[in-house]
């Protein structure tokens, strides 16, 4: 929310869910929109790193904020894989995809 500026508000719910409200702008019209836009995002075995992943990866599929505004969700976008040592073994990698329904 603070990446937004209040242009979004974000909220965490139980195993694995997250509720967005996008506050009514261009870019929600451009959405198709008629005012503000809601996105909710459930993923379901409750992993919270994954539900933060794809939150931030549909900012970005639907162009969202600006460039700069997403920059700032980077550590939330591809996070990174740990092993038990802390030595990083790779990173998250999302394959998401958007589809119009009318």
Do not use: W
Not at 27 to 50: F, H, S, Y
């Amino acid at each position: 929310m603070q990446a937004f500026g209040g242009a979004l508000v974000g909220k965490l719910g139980a195993d694995g869910s997250y509720a967005i409200g996008v506050r009514a702008s261009p870019q929600t019209a451009r959405l198709g929109a008629n005012g503000a836009l809601g996105i909710a995002v459930k993923i379901e075995d409750g992993n919270v790193a994954a539900l933060y992943a794809v939150s931030a990866e549909l900012l970005a599929l639907l162009d969202l904020g600006t460039a700069e505004q997403r920059a700032k969700l980077d550590g939330f976008h591809a996070p990174k894989r740990l092993n038990t040592m802390g030595v990083e073994i790779g990173r998250m990698v999302l394959s998401v995809g958007l589809t119009a329904h009318r």
